[in-house]
Each structure stands twice: as C-alpha cells, then as structure tokens.
C-alpha cells in the first residue's frame, strides 16, 4: 500500500526542508510505503531550487514545476494527476500541519470504513494555536454553508487534512484554481456518497506575518464556490465515464421515476446488466437480492465501492456480446433489467435471448431503449448507439426470444420535446449539465402530467415474461 502526499509549495523557503523532512519522518502503519509529490506553483522565493536539490537527496520525494502561479487548487490537482500511490493526502508546505498525525488519518480508510478522512482542527483533541477569532468565524460559517448544501455534519470543511482513496479522487474533476478547492471537492465527494469520517488533529496555524496566504477574499470566493457546485453536477471526470452517464448521476429524481414505472414488474431475485455508476441500481429497492452488472472495469470498481457494505448486493462482470457471462447464471433471475443499453449492442437479438436465458420461469425481462429511429442524430452516435426502435420491432425481439410481451407502453414523452429540439435541430452532440438539471427538477411534475397526455415518448418500455415451466 502506497501514500501519495501532495504539497503545493509556493514561496515557502523558511518552512520547505523543515516540513519535507517532518513528512519523510512521519510514522506509518506496518506495511505502508510513501512517496512525496510536491508541485511548486511558480515560487519567486527559490522554494524551486530546494526542491531540486530535496530530490536528489530524497528519492521519495518527486517534484513538478508548474510554468507559472496558477493557484493552490491548480498546484493540487496536478499532484494528483502525478501521484501514484493507493491513497492520496494533502499536506501544506508550512508547520501549520503535522505529519505525526497520518496515522490516524490513515486509519479509517485501511481499515476499509472510510473512503475519505477529513482531519478536524475543532474536533476538541490535539493542541491548537489561538489565531484570530474572526478567521475562526469565517471558517465556521462556511463550513456550516457547505454542510447545508452538502448535507454533511463536519466541523472543518477547511481544513488542509484531507485524505482520500485513490481511485476515487482520480475521477473527479478539480476545477477551482485557487482556495476554492476545499469546497469543491467537499461538494464533489458528498454527491459521489463517500463514506467520509472526521478524526481530531492539532494546528498550528500562522499569522499573515508568518506568510499565511489566505484572506478574505479567498472566503468570498469559496461562498461562491460552495453555492456553485451545488447547483452544478461535476463529480465526475470525463474521462472516466461517459458524459451523459455522468451527468445522469445528478439526476435523482429522473431515476427515481424509472424505478417506479418498472417496479410493478419487479421480483426478488434481480440483475441490472450494464449498470454503469449506478443511477438505477442506487434507487432500486435494498430489500431484494441485486446483481449490478456491468463490462466496464472503471465503473465496476465504482459500483463495488458504492455497494460494498450491503450483503444482499453483489457486483459482477456480465457482458451482454458474452455467450459465457450469461451461462455461469442461466435461470437464477426473477427481472432482468437492461435500461438504455440495448441500442449499445450491435447484435441485440442475441443479447435478448442471453437475458432471456438468465430468468427463472415466470422471470421477466424489463427494457427501456430509446424510440423513434427518425430522432436518431449526432448524440446517438457520439453515444455509441447502433439504432433507436420501433415499437414493433422491440416486440418481435421480445417474441423471437421466446419471451411473452406484457407491456409495452411509452415513457418519458415531454423529454421528447428537449431531443427534438436539441438533437435533430440544433445538431448537438450533448446535453448540458445545466438542462439535465432543470429537467431532473421539473420531473415531479412531469410524472402527475404525463398519464393524461397519452403522447409517444422518448422512451419505450417494454416487458417480456419468460413462461413458467
């Protein structure tokens, strides 16, 4: 097991060496190695050329330079985009942090209770320095801010002490470039449902005279920050996860809403296949035994993090083009749930029939796929979608699988109005975060008014049962 330690550095030559050597010092649990990224953020003060000089001395220290003064939080995501290790801390380049402590902050996450560890300066253990009572304030005001908006409980949003599992910060955005970057990961963590713990730490903070480099400024923008991604759903990279699917994650109420229209058909026994991070799976109900499955590697570490603490729920590699994924598990299912993944198969006739495989007698197979073959445009194809469907060729799959069609109904129709619009006359590629929001909060409404409408929708759904023995 390897500890990342990312320290921005910038002007910080009176503390620099003194702090390295407090954190290559630092006591570790048994059997856990460090290594020392530290990113210098343009320093004018010669903190680059100790850490040139720190680097041939120390061989787990690894330095970056960035060109120039981007800011705090740019300095961080950097260490995070170099480090290596299995667990990612951050570390000030000052003395107001002490390493002594990395092993209780370590703690939670090896013994695999925590996915990430806040260290609390107010949590009423450790010695701390008597500062400035309105900085003290400010702190406190923020943090309940961004408990508000998070719905966490923690007493030091701010704090420096934040460590995390490293596949997890790996796929979330950094964005702020400056102090913003404490709020924003807090925001970030909270919508990805981290287990985070809070453990008690000293401080020894500075005073501006000693080279402390946050002001008030910096809160005004953290406020700001905090109040952003609130509203905004970024939590997770593009690169790790498609756009859309991320951008999904945030759209509670939408998911909610297809679980419900599916829950009539719903048995003991399920199995989502390409369950992707999870939007259904979270709103599918705990009291039943649930396999998330999904061919992705990235987004099964995902959903194995996600669900890890629930026994009745297990997680596996399925592959719908994989005669073999479905034999190992032939009739173990009451539902199989395959919801906006058909149209991703190039041969879905055959995925049909090994989902129709998994279902015990009487089992049923539940679809959602997009409608409407003429809707098809650039986001179907940046997507990866092979076709959009008809209602009578859905049907025909369903029947050539030996299955027995009990529903087939339209779904999501006012969401219809948004592709047209979006996808066919103004060409995008994507929909913004921004309307995926605005749809997810008009959903409520948009349940109560669509059973009067009767109009096609976006979607179909359909359900197959599988005849009983």
Not at 196 to 219: C, F, L, N, Q
Not at 310 to 327: H, K, P, T
Not at 444 to 452: G, N, T
Request: glycine share 8%; proline share 4%.
């Amino acid at each position: 097991m390897k500890l990342s330690v990312i320290m921005p550095v910038y002007n910080e030559r009176a503390f620099l060496e003194r702090i390295v050597q407090r954190v290559l010092q630092a006591p570790l649990p048994q059997g856990v190695t460090l290594e020392l990224v530290a990113v210098d953020d343009g320093s004018q003060d010669g903190s680059a050329d100790i850490l040139r000089t720190l680097v041939q001395r120390h061989p787990e220290v690894r330095a970056f330079f960035q060109p120039r003064n981007l800011g705090k939080g740019a300095a961080v995501a950097r260490g995070i985009q170099e480090a290596t290790g299995d667990i990612i801390l951050f570390q000030d380049a000052d003395l107001e942090y002490d390493p002594v402590h990395y092993p209780v902050l370590l703690e939670p996450i090896l013994s695999g209770r925590a996915d990430v560890v806040y260290g609390s300066r107010f949590l009423g253990s450790g010695e701390r320095r008597v500062l400035n009572y309105h900085h003290a304030l400010g702190n406190w005001a923020l943090t309940q801010l961004s408990n508000l908006t998070t719905g966490f409980n923690l007493t030091d949003m701010e704090t420096c002490y934040k460590v995390f599992r490293a596949d997890i910060l790996k796929t979330i955005p950094v964005r702020s470039r400056r102090f913003g970057i404490e709020p924003e990961i807090t925001a970030k963590i909270a919508k990805r449902h981290c287990t985070v713990y809070e453990v008690p730490i000293s401080y020894h903070g500075r005073s501006y005279a000693d080279g402390k480099k946050i002001t008030w400024k910096d809160g005004f923008d953290a406020l700001g920050v905090i109040l952003k991604y609130w509203l905004v759903d970024d939590c997770y990279s593009q690169r790790h996860g498609h756009y859309v699917l991320a951008s999904m994650s945030g759209a509670r109420r939408f998911s909610e809403w297809t679980v419900a229209a599916i829950s009539p058909w719903l048995g003991d026994r399920i199995l989502e296949v390409g369950a992707g991070l999870g939007n259904i799976s979270r709103q599918l109900p705990r009291s039943r035994r649930l396999t998330v499955s999904d061919r992705d590697e990235e987004y099964l570490r995902l959903l194995r993090l996600a669900f890890r603490h629930y026994e009745n729920i297990e997680v596996a590699r399925m592959d719908l083009e994989s005669d073999q994924d479905f034999a190992a598990r032939r009739g173990k299912f009451d539902s199989v749930l395959c919801l906006n993944v058909l149209e991703h198969i190039a041969d879905d006739r055959a995925a049909v029939r090994r989902m129709a495989s998994a279902l015990a007698p009487g089992g049923r197979l539940i679809l959602v796929v997009p409608q409407f073959q003429a809707l098809y445009g650039p986001m179907d194809q940046q997507l990866g979608h092979y076709r959009r469907y008809r209602r009578e060729g859905l049907r025909d799959l369903l029947e050539e699988a030996d299955l027995e069609v009990e529903a087939l109904s339209d779904f999501n129709s006012l969401g219809l109005v948004g592709w047209f619009v979006n996808m066919r006359l103004l060409r995008r590629q994507s929909m913004s975060r921004f309307q995926l929001k605005v749809f997810d909060t008009l959903v409520p409404l948009l349940r109560r008014i669509e059973p009067r409408l009767s109009l096609p929708g976006l979607s179909l759904l359909a359900v197959g049962r599988q005849k009983p023995s």
